[in-house]
């Protein structure tokens, strides 16, 4: 059994791409978390070290101008720019801007010292770097003002990461460092996070298997006891004692299946030995009284004889071939019934009618009592159940007694009921009186019992119209046949 066609394999394949994807779903997003946590806190250091740097400017000291210090209530020169001339004074046209001075103190050194692999450097409008600190690398571009807009202005080149500031004389403030280690926890976090997502997927897989194996394993039980079973042991049944729940229903299902098939096979070879008994009689009544014939000379009286044998076992192996036959049609279905409209009081005035001569016969009163009971179903079939049930009862009754017939309707259901006063059927009996070539002990005669198939023929005939026929009896009271059927509109 190839893969793609294992249940098994089918269920780890599932479950293995769930885990993956639940895996997946939680790992990721909390990398990337973790990874944009860490470089947003690498940029806010960058932050921390630039405000700094800007809080330790100073406005560049000038010489004293002529006519001395501030006048009183004069202010004093704003950060950047060159103080106001005195009244009646000019500015100097042509004064070179002098760099402001930075003065930072032991602690904001200690920002950008070698260990911290922190740096800055401040630039002048014109290009010039008037300071700096820490490793500062070679070579560091001036800052455009697309930069500059960034929100926030930082910027990334040559395995750096820069964060740019302009000051209010329009100098540049760039605070540096390198996020290498940074990078490389992500890259160790990325590993990890892997090498666990990965462990805990082998280890479900390894569960899912071990779950999938313990799921699969009554199936499997299943599958072997169906298999010795198709075999030809019968008596096997599936232990579902310890199954799951859903597991156990479809067990006990099934060996209430194989217990029926079980009964229906033993039926099947009780019914072929009961038919080759009954067939094997008149079959070796035949041969005897032939062999009889053709051993010599015999009168015409005795030939006659023989050949009124033969007849008599012919007409019995007709009739038993012909009740197998109808048996045969109604378990497969082979011939619909046709099922029409039709009154169960009609059929069985009808039945009682023809039936009268036959009851004369053996000495028996036939009554009835029919009240309408409309029903759909196999008029002729319906009137096979009918004359079978009566004539069984004509052979179990007393001479002198009655038998009777009724009909009546009740809500949804009418009835059919024949009714005896025979000697009844002991309670022994009665789970198998409708069995194929089944007697009593007391009606084992096959001249008055039959071949024992009239009642299965019966029961057969009802079950395919979806009736019920039941048999109540009192041991020396009598014996009630009933024919329930669902009433017709």
Not at 49 to 76: D, F, I, K, W, Y
Not at 328 to 355: K, N
Not at 428 to 438: E, G, S, V
Not at 464 to 486: I, N, P, Y
């Amino acid at each position: 059994m190839s893969i793609v066609h294992s249940l098994r394999w089918r269920l780890q394949f599932w479950h293995g791409l769930v885990l993956a994807a639940v895996l997946a779903g939680f790992g990721i997003p909390a990398y990337f978390v973790v990874r944009d946590s860490r470089r947003a806190q690498f940029d806010e250091e960058l932050h921390q070290r630039v405000t700094a740097v800007a809080g330790s400017l100073h406005p560049p000291m000038r010489p004293p101008r002529q006519g001395g210090p501030p006048r009183p209530g004069e202010p004093p020169p704003r950060l950047g720019e060159p103080p106001p001339p005195r009244e009646g004074e000019k500015p100097r046209p042509g004064e070179p801007r002098r760099p402001p001075e930075i003065d930072l103190t032991a602690e904001q050194r200690a920002l950008f010292s070698d260990e911290s692999g922190f740096y800055f450097a401040l630039f002048l409008p014109d290009g010039r770097m008037f300071a700096s600190g820490g490793p500062v690398p070679s070579g560091i571009p001036m800052p455009t003002e697309q930069e500059a807009r960034r929100r926030p202005p930082i910027r990334s080149r040559d395995g750096v990461r820069e964060i740019i500031h302009r000051g209010l004389r329009d100098e540049w403030f760039i605070v540096g460092g390198s996020p290498a280690q940074i990078e490389a926890g992500n890259r160790r976090l990325a590993l990890l996070f892997a090498g666990t997502g990965l462990g805990i997927l082998i280890l479900g897989l390894g569960a899912g298997w071990l779950l999938a194996t313990r799921a699969i394993r009554p199936i499997d039980a299943i599958s072997e006891t169906a298999a010795r079973i198709s075999t030809g042991n019968l008596n096997e049944r599936i232990d579902h004692v310890h199954m799951d729940r859903e597991l156990g229903a479809l067990a006990a299902v099934l060996n209430e299946t194989f217990g029926r098939l079980e009964a229906s096979f033993e039926r099947q070879k009780q019914f072929t030995g009961d038919a080759a008994h009954e067939l094997r009689t008149p079959v070796t009544v035949i041969l005897s009284q032939t062999q009889l014939a053709l051993r010599g000379e015999r009168t015409r009286e005795e030939y006659l004889e023989a050949l009124e044998a033969c007849e008599r076992a012919a007409r019995r192996m007709r009739n038993l071939t012909e009740s197998l036959l109808v048996l045969s049609r109604l378990d497969s279905q082979s011939e619909p019934l046709a099922t029409a409209h039709c009154d169960l009081a009609d059929i069985a005035r009808e039945g009682v009618e023809l039936l009268q001569p036959l009851a004369t016969e053996h000495g028996v009163t036939l009554s009835g009592d029919f009240s309408a009971a409309p029903a759909t179903g196999d008029r002729q079939r319906l009137s096979q159940i009918l004359t079978n049930l009566v004539t069984n009862a004509f052979q179990h009754s007393p001479p002198g007694s009655e038998v009777r017939v009724s009909t009546k309707s009740n809500g949804s259901t009418v009835t059919l009921q024949v009714s005896d006063q025979g000697r009844g059927i002991d309670a022994r009996h009665l789970p198998h009186i409708f069995d194929r070539f089944y007697r009593t002990d007391e009606s084992r005669n096959r001249r008055s019992g039959g071949a024992g198939l009239g009642l299965a023929i019966c029961k057969a005939i009802a079950d395919a119209h979806h009736a019920a026929l039941t048999v109540e009896s009192t041991v020396g009271k009598g014996t009630t046949f009933t024919l329930r059927m669902t009433r017709g509109t």
